[in-house]
């Protein structure tokens, strides 16, 4: 009679190997996603630069800058200081080929537009628009806003950037917060 000299692995060895690929493959599915969210933050970061680029071109030759797509207009006193909403297709730009989106949700950058160069009185030129745009960037993890435009602030007391969110209760809006570049907020994409 033969002797049967098979070897297998016992039931530990198994349970070892399996929870050695379960480790590999979570610390590989980590790096993943934060390369992904790296490649998307650069993304961003590029779309926000090439829009900028399009709008200072336009504003060169047109003199006013487009007002944004889905705008909501803020005001102080009955005088308008903003008009925000998004760059998508209602913002016509003739210098600018594709509507850039946010690479991860599909939806256009935040535009904000301060409106500081028509008086109320005469309809006269008086100075020059200024605009930002806005981005989150995922920050591996740390969600970070992405602000840039030609807007030059005169008082960080008054109106330290023309990039807002609204809090709300139960009257409607209470007030609006200021979101700043780099800075750990989260942008409202819809209006």
Do not use: C
Request: hydrophobic share 35%; glycine share 6%.
């Amino acid at each position: 009679m033969k002797k049967n000299n098979k070897q297998a692995f016992t039931l530990t060895e198994l349970i070892v190997v399996v929870v050695i690929l379960g480790i590999l493959s979570s610390m590989g599915f980590i790096y993943f996603w934060k390369y992904n969210s790296n490649a998307r933050d650069v993304q961003r970061q590029s779309d926000i630069a090439q829009i900028s680029s399009a709008l200072k071109l336009y504003q060169q030759k047109n003199i006013f800058l487009p007002m944004p797509g889905n705008k909501i207009s803020i005001s102080n006193e009955g005088i308008e200081l903003i008009q925000q909403g998004k760059f998508n297709n209602n913002v016509v730009v003739d210098t600018i080929d594709k509507l850039p989106l946010d690479p991860k949700t599909n939806t256009p950058y935040v535009y904000s537009v301060r409106n500081n160069f028509w008086t109320n009185r005469s309809d006269t030129y008086k100075g020059k628009q200024e605009f930002q745009l806005a981005a989150t960037l995922e920050n591996s993890g740390q969600e970070t806003a992405l602000v840039q435009g030609n807007y030059k602030t005169v008082s960080k007391a008054n109106l330290p950037t023309i990039v807002t969110t609204a809090t709300s209760d139960t009257n409607g809006i209470s007030g609006l917060n200021f979101i700043f570049n780099k800075q750990y907020h989260n942008l409202p994409y819809s209006f």
